[in-house]
């Protein structure tokens, strides 16, 4: 019965939920095997994204650079075919409601800035679509560009990835259909009781393996889930108690910590990356072994329907977030 319920009341919410545009179509029911609720509809299916602001001290070069990152989160209708936005026009799928999160990080090493951009696209439906159907990210520096892609396909994550390095260059590749770092950011907001725990098999994150020109392949990390009492980060509420999930890479001496609320919505609080800043581009290998990390902490957050605000006069919803590209508000 609860299940039913849920559903007519998800098939109730109007119109106009979608990110990126002003027409939409209704979510795609929720299967009672996900952790769905009055609450988390009402929570996802506003018509708004949440919005993060993080201070971002980002590990390059050896070094900690300044700068920000940008959480959104936000429910939208995608197809799992052709694995794009579902915006309507003639299309023979059904479409599927998923969690999206694009992260954006801004930052400057030296004289020039760095642009990294990644989005993630995990289906609500846990039942009917297990794992999330892609991954895309994107690194654009005053030297040029690179882009990777996820997409599951036929039970294995089909690769593509290009780069202006020569010893990168065009790339394809098939990996087994494991756990992705870059999802873990979803799972968590969606549910922290479905994170894997242990020795997982996992394929890490699109962003650190680019960073480090370290080809993607699925390798064993340790996974931790605890209370976090340490002095660093802080929940939007006071006295509300804080997670860490932690990834721990034996081979690559790579520790990943993501921080975040308890309670629903399990709003992220931020992250630490640490590994080592050696990186290798054919036979030759720059950087040191020296470890380093890198650290985002929640600034601010807020609901908003941001596709549509896109005016001069919008400029204040920037302000109340405090995002001015990258540094200090």
């Known amino acids: 019965m609860f299940a039913m319920r849920l559903f007519l009341l998800v098939l109730s919410l109007p119109i106009g939920l979608l990110a990126c545009s002003t027409k939409s179509e209704q979510p795609a029911a929720i299967m009672s095997s996900t952790p769905a609720s009055a609450e988390f509809t009402r929570y996802w299916y506003s018509g708004q994204a949440e919005l ?55 930052f400057a090493t030296g004289i020039y800035d760095y642009s990294i951009n990644t989005s993630v696209f995990t289906p609500i439906s846990a039942g009917q679509f ?28 089909q ?63 340790h996974a931790e889930l605890t209370r976090y009492n340490g002095p660093v980060f802080k929940p939007a509420q006071a006295g ?40 290798k581009l054919g036979n030759q290998t720059y950087g040191s072994s020296k470890l380093l990390t890198t650290r985002a902490i929640r600034t601010a957050t807020l609901k908003s329907d941001y596709w549509q605000r896109h005016t001069p006069a919008d400029s204040v919803l920037r302000q109340q977030l405090g995002t001015t590209g990258f540094g200090k508000p």
């Open 240 to 279: 509300a108690a804080l997670q860490a999930y932690t990834l721990t890479y034996p081979a690559t001496n790579r520790t990943l910590r993501i921080v975040f609320e308890e309670a629903f919505p399990y709003l992220i609080a931020g992250w630490e990356d640490t590994y080592d800043g050696q990186m």
């Open 159 to 221: 690769l593509e990835a290009h780069s202006y390095f020569q010893q990168e260059a065009d790339q394809t590749d098939s990996l087994d259909a494991v756990v992705l770092e870059d999802e873990l950011w979803t799972r968590l907001r969606l549910d922290p009781k479905t994170l894997p725990l242990g020795d997982v098999r996992i394929i890490p994150g699109t962003v650190a393996s680019r960073l480090r020109h370290q080809p993607l392949h699925v390798e064993t990390a």
């Open 130 to 157: 297990p794992r999330t159907l892609k991954v895309a990210t994107s690194v654009q520096d005053w030297c040029g560009q690179t882009y990777t892609q996820l997409n599951l396909r036929r039970n294995t994550y």
């Open 52 to 106: 993060s602001r993080y201070q971002l001290l980002q590990n390059r070069y050896d070094d900690v650079h300044p700068g920000e990152a940008i959480l959104v989160f936000v429910t939208e209708d995608f197809l799992p075919g052709k694995q794009v936005k579902m915006e309507g026009g003639p299309t023979r799928e059904t479409s599927t409601s998923v969690l999206k999160m694009n992260q954006m990080r801004r």
